[in-house]
């Protein structure tokens, strides 16, 4: 959706000879910031979810060689 808009705007500005600006800023100027930023979460994204796996194979090789962690006792009152 982003790349359609970005392109009717250059073929707008093409047609015209003058930048589209929204509030005295470039749309195209926009758009790119936009997709770097959705880049970046998404590589943020990523990166926490090969943590969270990582994390996830280190503590069941730690099971491995251990055994698992007890779990906490309840007070019989």
Known sequence: MVEALASKTKAWESERGIDFTYDGIRLLAMLEEYNILRQEK???????????KLQGQLMAEHEAIYGSKPSPMKNQS
């Open 42 to 52: 998404e590589e943020e994204r990523k990166r926490q979810r090969d943590q969270k």
